[in-house]
């Protein structure tokens, strides 16, 4: 099969009936070129990811993955760190997600301890970590379940662990919200959509991905009982963020 074959043409046509978007094998089979021509930033958020384990993670300690897709977030920590460096779980809750994920991750770093989960992180029972990651996930989410999946992701990172969300954003400004929006469809101009396809394609987010401003990240991150967040990256509207347990911390402590 050709490369053209796996470009994101989804909303190419016009539709008589839109759907809400979901994540199936159509969306599966273009994924890579979606991702890449709809997330500004998003190599330089996966570049990182080994970075920072190497500043934070404890050598040999878990990491998860949460709504990991096809496993990038797991070849790209493999990439950078020897196979004793980390024990890696992803979790996706779409089943194609999760069996093309467990082949590349088999394929591309078979010595490295990785294992893909099908589930839904609001209700997975969790294992004490070092590092969690929470990429482009939270925002398709109930607004009214992220508060509770935040305290659950704190209750298990370990001392001194970290979490990396990586979001879309909403500006707390209405003006300014609006000019982030406008640029950001100029950018998947620039990268081949049309606007038919722009506009069928928000259509079919819309209500499924809702975003927060910053502010209500780093208030609930706060809440959950993180010492401290900070947002290390943004472009446009996509941002990602990076909270830190403090050895001593208690969930609540930092609000107080």
Same mark, same amino acid.
Not at 114 to 135: A, T
Not at 173 to 183: F, I, K
């Given at each position: 099969m050709?490369?053209a074959?796996?470009?994101?043409a @989804?909303f190419? +046509?016009?539709?008589?009936?839109?759907?809400?978007?979901?994540f199936d094998?159509?969306?599966?089979?273009?994924?890579?070129d979606? @991702?890449?021509?709809s997330?500004?930033?998003y190599?330089? @958020?996966l570049?990182m990811?080994?970075? @920072?384990a190497r500043? !934070?993670?404890?050598?040999?300690? !878990?990491?998860?993955?949460?709504g990991c897709s096809?496993?990038?977030?797991?070849?790209a920590?493999?990439?950078?760190?020897p196979? $004793?460096?980390?024990h890696y +779980?992803?979790?996706?809750?779409?089943?194609?997600?999760?069996a /093309?994920?467990?082949e +590349?991750?088999a394929?591309e770093?078979?010595?490295?301890?990785?294992e893909i989960?099908?589930?839904d992180i609001r209700?997975? $029972?969790?294992?004490?970590?070092?590092m969690?990651?929470?990429?482009?996930?939270?925002q398709?989410?109930?607004?009214?379940?992220?508060?509770?999946v935040? $305290?659950k992701?704190?209750?298990?990172?370990?001392? =001194?662990?970290v979490l990396?969300?990586?979001? %879309?954003?909403?500006a707390? $400004?209405e003006?300014e *919200?609006?000019?982030l929006?406008?640029?950001?469809?100029?950018?998947?101009?620039a *990268?081949?959509y049309?606007?038919?396809?722009?506009s069928?394609?928000?259509?079919a987010?819309? *209500?499924?991905?809702?975003?927060? +401003?910053?502010?209500a !990240? !780093?208030?609930?991150?706060? /809440?959950a =009982?993180?010492?401290?967040?900070q947002?290390?990256?943004?472009?446009? *509207?996509?941002?990602s963020?990076i909270?830190f %347990?403090?050895?001593?911390?208690?969930?609540?402590?930092?609000?107080?």
């Amino acid at each position: 099969m050709s490369d053209a074959s796996y470009r994101d043409a @989804i909303f190419s +046509t016009p539709l008589d009936r839109m759907a809400r978007f979901s994540f199936d094998e159509q969306v599966v089979a273009c994924f890579p070129d979606m @991702i890449r021509r709809s997330v500004p930033g998003y190599g330089q @958020i996966l570049g990182m990811l080994g970075l @920072i384990a190497r500043r !934070h993670l404890r050598h040999g300690a !878990h990491v998860y993955d949460l709504g990991c897709s096809l496993g990038a977030g797991g070849l790209a920590l493999a990439g950078q760190l020897p196979p $004793d460096a980390f024990h890696y +779980t992803g979790v996706d809750l779409s089943p194609a997600m999760v069996a /093309r994920a467990r082949e +590349t991750l088999a394929a591309e770093c078979p010595e490295h301890a990785v294992e893909i989960v099908e589930g839904d992180i609001r209700e997975l $029972d969790y294992r004490p970590s070092g590092m969690i990651v929470l990429d482009f996930t939270l925002q398709f989410l109930a607004p009214g379940d992220r508060d509770a999946v935040i $305290d659950k992701l704190f209750a298990a990172l370990e001392p =001194g662990g970290v979490l990396v969300l990586s979001e %879309k954003v909403k500006a707390d $400004d209405e003006q300014e *919200n609006a000019w982030l929006v406008e640029r950001y469809h100029d950018f998947k101009r620039a *990268n081949g959509y049309s606007e038919l396809e722009i506009s069928q394609k928000r259509t079919a987010l819309e *209500n499924v991905l809702v975003p927060d +401003t910053l502010a209500a !990240h !780093h208030e609930r991150l706060a /809440r959950a =009982g993180f010492s401290r967040s900070q947002t290390w990256f943004q472009f446009l *509207n996509f941002a990602s963020l990076i909270a830190f %347990k403090e050895v001593s911390s208690s969930p609540g402590e930092s609000a107080r």
